[in-house]
Structure formats: C-alpha cells, structure tokens
C-alpha cells in the first residue's frame, strides 16, 4: 500500500505566476488536510477535505489560495500570482476518517524567485 | 486560543545520552497530545500520542506522558542513536474531533558519535 504521494517534490516558480500542488491519499482514504511549513516552523493548518466537499478551510488565505479534492484524481491546492512569502513546505496528510490517524506524504517544497 | 511550545534547538548530544524535549501545551477541553518526527528531506511520521492525562506514549525507545497538571508532554529517550538525528515536533488535536493539528515549531535534534 503506497503511502500518500506528493508531486512535485520541488517547485519553482516565478512571482506572479501560478503554483498546482498535488496529493494523492493512501488507498482507502477519503480525507485530506493541507499544511504549510514556513522556514524554521512548524507546520500550520490550512484546509481539510473529503471527496468533493470542503469542511474546514479556516486557515487558508483569504485571496489566491484554492483547494479541492474531486471524486477522481488527486487533490490539488492552487496558489494564484504567487509572491515570494508563498515559499515553503506544503504538507498533504491522509486519513480514512476524520479522527483517525493522519499520514503525511513528503512535502511539496515550493520556491518563488 | 490553543498552542504549542517547545524547547528551541538545536540540540546537540553524543550517542547514548539521555534526551529530553520539553513541550507545553494552552488548549480548551481534552485534546490529544502526538510527538511527530521529520527526518532530512521526509515527511512527517507520528512517533507516539497519548489521548487522555497520565496516559504515555512509547514508540522506539521514546516516551512521553500526558501531564495535565503541567499541561506538558515531554518527550523522553534513554540513550539517543545517531539515527534519531532530526526534527521533533510536539502536536495537539484542536477541537473539532479530526485531524486538525497544532504543531509547535519544532526541535531539531543533532546526535553525534
């Protein structure tokens, strides 16, 4: 069983133009959760989702930042016009409900020049 | 609102020392309380969690346990490898019964032989 995988590993983008993370859950999984990781920090919650909806996006940007997670294929977070303090670790983490352990893929590490 | 604290790194230890990571927790109600560790270029992996106070958590020689009266979960090893060389993070489940998780910023552990 393939763990959750991430891709791309490592992203690089000019300011201004726009940035597709995506996550493929575990087998079984319906619910995902992104985080972001700031150099030198932990890692802060941004949204969870489960197929088709999203539950709680209390912690994702207010402009440029989208999430989804359709009933086929991976989900993916979009950051719109990217600026230099978009850089970072973007974690996607799986579980096969909500209150189960989460499992985290490898991180996306995303830098805008 | 909830937070985590953790002691600032780098630590630095031979191999075979003891280990100690000191982590605070603010938090409403009766969260769960989880230690994550990243190695170089990985994700996270869940070390060990305990769910309710005095209960510890013990996963590869490491213990942590559960202190309400302190609101603290150290994070604890007899005798450190050079293979435990990496970040530790201390996590709690905020309210909402799912895998929303606050992460302190993280301690990065050096373990030299």
């Known amino acids: ?38 150099p030198e920090e932990g890692l802060k919650f941004m949204v969870y989702l489960q ?32 600026v230099r303090g978009d850089s970072a670790a973007y974690f996607c983490a799986s579980s096969p409900r909500g209150w189960t ?11 805008v020049v | 609102g909830n937070s985590v604290t953790q002691m ?29 560790v990243q190695y170089p270029g990985e994700g996270l992996q869940l070390l060990l969690k305990a769910t309710k106070a005095d209960d510890k958590g013990s996963n590869k020689g490491f213990e ?8 603290s979960f150290h994070l604890e090893k007899g005798s450190v490898q050079v293979s435990d060389s990496a970040v530790y993070f201390c996590a709690l489940s905020d309210s909402g019964g799912y895998n929303k998780l606050i992460f302190g910023a993280g301690t990065r552990l050096a373990v030299h032989p």
């Open chain 1, 1 to 38: 069983n393939a763990g959750v995988m991430q891709n791309p590993r490592h992203l690089v983008r000019r300011r201004g133009q726009e940035a597709r993370l995506r996550c493929s859950p575990m087998k079984g999984h319906s619910h995902v959760y992104w985080y972001r990781q700031l």
């Open chain 1, 51 to 82: 197929k088709e909806n999203i539950i709680d996006e209390s912690g994702m940007p207010k402009e440029r930042f989208s999430a989804e997670f359709p009933k086929e294929g991976p989900s993916i977070l979009r950051i719109q016009q990217v």
């Open chain 1, 101 to 111: 352990e989460a499992f985290f893929g490898q991180g996306t590490r995303l830098t």
């Open chain 2, 8 to 36: 600032e790194g780098p630590v630095t230890l031979s191999e075979e020392a003891f280990l100690t990571i000191n982590c605070t927790y603010t938090a409403t109600g009766y969260p769960s309380l989880f230690w994550y």
């Open chain 2, 64 to 71: 942590a346990t559960y202190r309400k009266e302190t609101t």
